[in-house]
């Protein structure tokens, strides 16, 4: 079974840049949560979708990021225009209902 | 939300050794579930404990869950040099997110 799957796995952008991650979840999977995760910390939630629906973006920086997840499946999440503070490693997740959730590789964000 | 929190932030050990690590949270949970991050990669998912379980054991791990003191361990037997890595713990409330802790970071020296 193919894992969650995230691109691209690094980016670098200069800020004011606009970026683009994507992720396609387990199949199956109809929940489906994009993280932020800082230099050694843990994991925080940005949005979390069930199916189409984003059911908690209460952690989202409205201002600048924007997600969707058209057809219940795959997710991308934008970043427009980024800031310097917006370098760290965005990871994708999914699940069924709220059970474990599976892990992406994760994408590295650099913004100089 | 329930957010995890480990303890201790960093814990270094001999390959063979048992690695003891501790999760405590605020508030009523359905489950409570153990991940583990090597670096530069995505968090992997080791066991989840029921809030009617005690203690569970999958492997070299063995998990803890005192619901009476809103707390839960992680035990890891016989480390090896590949259980390097962090270690998060998270509380899960039916529908609310996990929130996670900033980990635990295990070294595991051969």
């Known amino acids: 079974e193919a894992g969650v799957v995230q691109s691209p796995r690094y980016k670098i952008i200069e800020k004011k840049q606009p970026v683009a991650f994507w992720c396609n979840p387990i199949s199956g999977h109809n929940t489906l949560y994009w993280y932020r995760q800082n230099l050694g910390q843990g994991p925080e939630l940005l949005i979390r979708?069930?199916?189409?629906?984003?059911?908690?973006d209460s952690q989202l920086p409205k201002d600048r990021f924007s997600a969707e997840r058209l057809k219940g499946v795959d997710s991308t999440l934008k970043i427009q225009p980024a800031e310097l503070g917006d370098s760290a490693v965005y990871l994708c997740?999914?699940?069924?209902?709220?059970?474990?959730?599976?892990f992406g590789p994760g994408t590295r964000l650099t913004v100089l | 939300s329930q957010q995890g929190e480990e303890d201790p932030q960093a814990l270094s050990i001999q390959e063979g050794e048992n690695a003891t690590m501790n999760c405590s949270y605020k508030t009523s949970i359905n489950n409570l579930q153990w991940y583990r991050q090597n670096s530069g990669r995505g968090l992997v998912h080791l066991i989840l404990i029921r809030s009617n379980e005690r203690e569970k054991h999958s492997g070299r791990l063995r998990v803890t869950l005192d619901t009476s003191k809103k707390s839960s361990s992680l035990l890891i037997t016989a480390s090896r040099a590949a259980d390097t890595a962090s270690y998060f713990c998270?509380?899960?409330?039916?529908?609310?997110?996990?929130?996670f802790g900033k980990g635990t970071r295990l070294s595991v020296i051969a």
């Open positions: 997740a999914s699940s069924v209902q709220y059970n474990e959730q599976f």
């Open positions: 998270a509380g899960n409330s039916g529908n609310t997110p996990l929130v």
């Open positions: 979708y069930e199916n189409e629906e984003a059911v908690d």
